[in-house]
């Protein structure tokens, strides 16, 4: 042996070389199987989990918490990313209800260092801690999560939740989104999920209507995790899943296991979802009308919408 | 072996992939278990308190990874054991001595204790039930532990399934508490903690006053 390798050495390696690689490969899928992120299974990340508040805030039991949901249009490769879906969310753990505040990403805000822009461009401006903090300054709240996925992201959470149950008001057939869908129920994997998330055109409101939509996509994916995950248990196991595909900045899983238990305490019934309201403003961009001030403030005391 | 000496990639020096294949294939063996591995439990020693019987043993331990391997040492198993035992003497066994629930913080975070300021006390606490004239047997199924590592392989959170049975012999007759659900603990200053739990319980005998609830839910949130 020792003299064919010596004399043919292109021989050995021909004949090891495959065997390393393959110890290689099953050392990288063993990391893989245990979650461990390599630089190289980016697309195996599905949402990225910022705590923008100290360190030592934490979930309290009896008080509203405000979380960011943002889903951006981010793709393979794209390095600068707008937040598009974006979503205020509410939770008041005491009442055991919500609210979703839509906002249209045109919607024209001041973002800090930039003057007033798209609120959308904040996400490219300084990422979702940056478009948290535009959303809190606009509606007097502590965000103190933000929650941003993107479009492989969400396709594939959605998919590893089995799909999603949504009725659908009205037929949706819009080739720019991919949307092809029938009035009535449907199941939507996750290209459908996303089509149904992002068709636009066809709604005289636009934008407006997709921000609705996307609301209560939330409100379903709600209803499915609750009725998959009935304990604190359920919560532990359903975060080691989505833990192993989730970024997290500066939050512990203490932190998302609370977040976790919270959110899946709240009755589907018991969420609202309300498009803020916008109007023409300058070019593209939208104004918050008046009687948005009012909205915001009726929000910020409890998460809970009284006189709206 | 001697085969190996030869080889000229593989000698000092330029060992390197030799030394990266072989740690690959140690984790590859040690983590083709993918996100969750299982740990056989072996019983953990608890102590029956005085005028009761009770026995609580873990079956086993699953972990959910959200990045490096990690296990759940057995000195933190048997803590989180004892910590539920604490809590079933408390609940349970304790008032069927006509001892009253006292200072909870020892055995609950402080949001899980605040839940038991509410609706859920009832499913978590025997308080009300007639004091027992003997002793109080308690049965339960083994608990099965889920713990949740965050990206470090660090175990801060456990959780276990819950399932006692409880019996009394009270001067009007027999009791019976039966309580199952789940209970999520944290590792709190150098201790595990209830964090959260759901909980049912079913109370059941003659003995039973009109004050006690017989069948009462609780989901602690968060």
């Not at chain 2, 408390?90 to 899980?112: E, N, Q, R, S, Y």
């Not at chain 2, 027992?132 to 392989?153: E, F, Q, R």
Request: proline share 6%; aromatic share 6%; with cysteine.
């Amino acid at each position: 042996m020792t003299t064919v390798i010596r004399r043919h050495p292109f021989l050995a390696a021909t004949l090891i070389l495959p065997v390393v690689v393959a110890l290689a490969l099953a050392g990288t899928f063993a990391l893989w199987l245990n979650g461990v992120r390599l630089p190289f299974a980016s697309g195996a990340v599905w949402f990225e989990v910022t705590k923008t508040a100290s360190a030592d805030y934490t979930v309290s039991p009896d008080k509203p918490v405000f979380i960011l949901a943002i889903g951006n249009d981010g793709r393979p490769g794209d390095t600068s990313t707008r937040g598009d879906a974006i979503h205020l969310i509410g939770v008041n753990p005491v009442l055991r209800q919500a609210t979703i505040l839509d906002f249209p990403r045109d919607t024209g805000l001041p973002i800090p260092g930039h003057g007033v822009d798209k609120v959308n461009a904040s996400h490219v401006y300084g990422g979702a801690k940056l478009e948290a903090q535009v959303l809190a300054n606009t509606v007097g709240v502590p965000v103190p999560y933000a929650i941003d996925t993107n479009f492989p992201g969400f396709i594939s959470m959605v998919d590893e939740m089995g799909g999603l149950d949504v009725n659908v008001p009205e037929a949706m057939h819009d080739a720019n989104s991919g949307a092809n869908l029938n009035p009535g129920p449907n199941h939507l994997d996750g290209h459908g999920a996303l089509a149904f998330a992002r068709d636009r055109h066809q709604f005289p409101t636009g934008d407006l209507k997709r921000s609705e939509n996307q609301g209560y996509l939330i409100i379903q994916a709600l209803a499915q995790l609750r009725a998959q995950n009935t304990g604190p248990v359920d919560t532990l196991k359903l975060l080691g899943n989505l833990g192993r595909h989730t970024t997290l900045v500066g939050i512990g899983v203490n932190d998302l296991y609370n977040l976790g238990r919270l959110g899946l305490s709240i009755d589907p019934a018991n969420v609202r979802n309300v498009v803020v309201p916008v109007g023409q403003g300058s070019g593209t961009r939208l104004n918050l009308l008046p009687q948005a001030r009012s909205l915001f403030a009726d929000f910020a005391d409890d998460a809970v919408l009284q006189s709206h | 072996m001697a085969s190996w000496k030869v080889m000229p990639f593989l000698r000092a020096g330029r060992g390197a992939p030799l030394g990266l294949v072989t740690g690959l294939l140690v984790l590859a063996l040690l983590g083709c278990s993918g996100g969750g591995s299982d740990h056989t439990g072996t019983s953990a020693k608890v102590d029956s308190p005085n005028g009761s019987s009770l026995e609580l043993r873990s079956a086993g331990v699953q972990v959910e990874t959200t990045g490096a391997p990690a296990t759940l040492g057995n000195a933190d198993r048997d803590a989180i054991v004892d910590t539920v035992r604490r809590y079933v003497i408390a609940a349970t066994i304790d008032p069927f001595h006509g001892k009253k629930v006292g200072d909870l913080t020892p055995l609950f975070t402080l949001p899980a204790v605040a839940a038991l300021s509410g609706l859920d006390r009832v499913a978590a606490l025997d308080e009300g039930v007639p004091k027992a004239t003997g002793l109080v047997k308690v049965t339960s199924a083994p608990m099965i532990l889920t713990a949740l590592s965050d990206p470090m392989g660090l175990i801060n959170l456990v959780g276990t399934s819950l399932y006692i049975d409880a019996r009394a012999t009270t001067k009007d007759g027999p009791v019976r508490v039966k309580r199952s659900g789940q209970l999520v603990l944290s590792r709190d200053a150098g201790t595990w903690k209830i964090a959260s739990f759901k909980l049912a319980a079913d109370r059941s005998g003659s003995g039973l006053g009109s004050t006690t609830t017989t069948r009462a839910t609780g989901d602690s949130s968060p």
